[in-house]
C-alpha cells in the first residue's frame, strides 16, 4: 500500500525530523535509520517501528508538558489541542502554521467528496473546547470560502434555530448529536427533514455514520444525505466518505496507510489501522497504531479513486470490544442492531458477571404501545446476530442519558 510518490515525501519529511525531533532521532536510530535515503523500499519503511499512544503518553508524562515529539522550537507552534482522555490521559497536540493549515486541507478533500463548495452554509455543532473534535472541520470550511455560523455556546434548541433561520446546508457533528438535534427539534415541533435547507450531514467521532441503521436514521430525521469521515487528534483527517458511499476513503495522498494482523504485526486485509501522517512535520507520528478496526474492500469505488476503501468505515476500537461468553462483539454492532427499530429512541447497555456467567443487558426507550414486542423484537434481533442471549428491559421515555459528542451508552461492570 506504499507508493513511491509516498516514500519522496517520507523521505522529504524525515529531513528536519532526523536532525532535531528527540523522540524519532531516538526511535528511528535503534533500528539503523539515521538519514532519510535510508528508507528507499517497502521493505525498508516496514523495518520502522511502529507508534504507540502509551509511548506518546510516557514520553509527555517524562518530559512535560509536550514531551520530546517536536520538531521546531515551541515559538513555531501556533495550535494547542488534546485528545477526548476516552482512552486514557489526554495527550496535548501541537501544530504550527503549516500543519494546521494541512489540517485544513485535508478536510477540504472530505468536503469536496461529500459535494459541499463555498456557496453553502456550515453549522459546525461543537464545543470548540480543547479536544480537537471539529476546530479542524472549521479551519477547513475557511480554506473552503465557506460560511460558517458560530455556535460553540448555544443550546441544542438554540443550534436547532440557528440552522433554521440562517439556511444553513451542511451540518458537521457526532453521529449521536445529529440524532440528538433531530429528537429536540421533535420536541418542539420542529419536522427538520421538511424545515431546514441542510443537504448534507457529515459526522466523525464514531462509527455511526457508516452503519447502516445509524446512518439511515440520521438520514431521515434530516432529509439530507449523511457522510462518515474519520480521524484523530495525534494523526489528522484520514477517511474520507465519497459521493457513491461505498465505504471510507483512506486519504492516500496525505498519509501511508497499512492494516496489519493484531497477533502478528502482518499485512492482513482485516485488523488495526496503522498509519504515517506526510503534512505534520512539526509533531508527526509514524506508524502509529491508531487502535481503529478496520477491514479493506477489495474492489474499487465507481467513483474512480485508486485509494482504498475501508468496508463500513472503522468498525470499532480494538480496546473497546466486549469479549462475553468467549465472543469479540463490537458496540457499533449492538448499535446497528438495535437502531434497526425505529420505535426505539434510546438505548443503554450493561454488561456484568453473575457467580457463573457473563450477562448482556441492554435497555431501551421505546415509542410502541406494545413496548414488550419491541423488547421482544431487538432480543430475537440480537440473538440472531450474535449469536447471544441477552436481557432487553424497556425503561421510561426519556430517562437514559442524551450526548451532545460521542455517545456512551456502554458500561462494562466487570471492570468496575
Given at each position: 500500500?506504499v507508493?513511491?510518490?509516498q ?13 532535531t525531533?528527540e523522540f ?21 519503511y516496514?523495518?520502522?517501528p511502529f ?15 509536550y ?11 501556533t ?6 482522555g ?16 494541512w ?12 459535494g459541499?463548495?463555498?456557496?453553502d ?17 472549521y ?16 443550546t ?31 420536541q ?32 431521515d ?6 457522510y ?40 492482513s ?17 509514524i ?35 466486549i ?9 457499533a454492532?449492538?448499535e ?9 429512541k434510546e438505548?443503554?447497555?450493561?454488561v ?7 450477562e ?22 440480537l440473538?440472531?446476530?450474535?449469536g ?29
Amino acid at each position: 500500500m506504499v507508493t513511491n510518490t509516498q516514500l519522496n515525501r517520507l523521505r522529504e519529511m524525515l529531513a528536519p525530523i532526523l536532525e532535531t525531533n528527540e523522540f524519532y532521532q531516538q526511535k528511528l536510530s535503534e533500528v539503523g535509520i539515521t538519514k532519510p535515503n535510508d528508507i528507499r523500499t517497502l521493505s525498508d519503511y516496514q523495518q520502522l517501528p511502529f507508534t504507540t499512544k502509551d509511548e506518546l503518553s510516557a514520553d509527555q508524562v517524562s518530559q512535560p508538558p509536550y514531551g520530546t515529539n517536536l520538531t521546531f522550537p515551541l515559538d513555531q507552534y501556533t495550535c494547542i489541542h488534546q485528545t477526548s482522555g476516552t482512552t486514557g490521559s489526554p495527550l496535548r497536540w501541537l501544530d504550527t502554521r503549516e500543519s494546521w493549515d494541512w489540517w485544513g486541507k485535508c478536510w477540504r478533500d472530505i468536503y469536496a467528496c461529500a459535494g459541499v463548495t463555498s456557496a453553502d452554509r456550515l453549522l459546525i455543532a461543537f464545543s470548540f473546547g480543547p479536544f480537537i473534535g471539529f476546530w479542524s472541520a472549521y479551519h477547513g470550511a475557511q480554506q473552503l470560502g465557506a460560511l460558517s455560523i458560530a455556535n460553540g455556546g448555544l443550546t441544542s434548541e438554540q443550534r436547532i434555530r440557528a440552522i433554521i433561520s440562517n439556511d444553513v446546508t451542511v451540518v458537521v457533528c457526532t453521529p449521536t448529536y445529529a440524532l440528538r438535534l433531530a429528537e429536540v427539534a421533535e420536541q418542539n415541533g420542529i419536522d427538520l427533514s421538511k424545515e431546514s435547507k441542510v443537504k448534507v450531514t457529515v459526522h466523525a467521532g464514531e462509527p455511526g455514520a457508516s452503519l447502516p441503521a445509524t446512518k439511515q436514521r440520521i438520514e431521515d430525521r434530516w432529509g439530507a444525505r449523511a457522510y462518515d469521515h474519520a480521524g484523530a487528534t495525534e494523526v489528522g483527517a484520514w477517511g474520507v466518505m465519497c459521493r457513491p458511499q461505498a465505504g471510507v476513503h483512506l486519504n492516500e495522498d496525505e498519509f501511508i496507510c497499512e492494516v496489519i494482523d493484531t497477533d502478528t504485526g502482518q499485512l492482513s486485509d482485516e485488523g488495526e489501522l496503522v498509519i504515517t501522517n506526510l503534512g505534520r512535520i512539526g509533531m508527526p507520528v509514524i506508524r502509529y497504531r491508531t487502535g481503529d478496526y478496520v477491514k479493506l474492500k477489495s474492489t474499487q469505488c465507481e467513483c474512480g479513486s485508486k485509494h482504498h476503501i475501508l468496508d463500513g468505515g472503522v468498525i470499532g476500537r480494538i480496546d473497546d470490544a466486549i469479549i462475553i461468553r468467549g465472543l469479540n462483539v463490537y458496540p457499533a454492532t449492538i448499535e446497528n442492531i438495535i437502531l434497526k427499530f425505529p420505535d426505539v429512541k434510546e438505548f443503554a447497555v450493561r454488561v456484568y458477571r453473575t457467580e457463573t456467567l457473563d450477562e448482556l443487558e441492554i435497555q431501551i426507550e421505546t415509542t410502541n404501545s406494545n413496548p414488550n414486542d419491541t423488547a421482544t423484537a431487538v432480543t430475537s434481533a440480537l440473538r440472531d446476530t450474535l449469536g447471544l442471549r441477552t436481557i432487553v428491559k424497556v425503561v421510561r421515555l426519556g430517562s437514559l442519558p442524551r450526548f451532545e459528542l460521542k455517545s456512551r451508552r456502554f458500561t462494562d461492570e466487570r471492570n468496575l
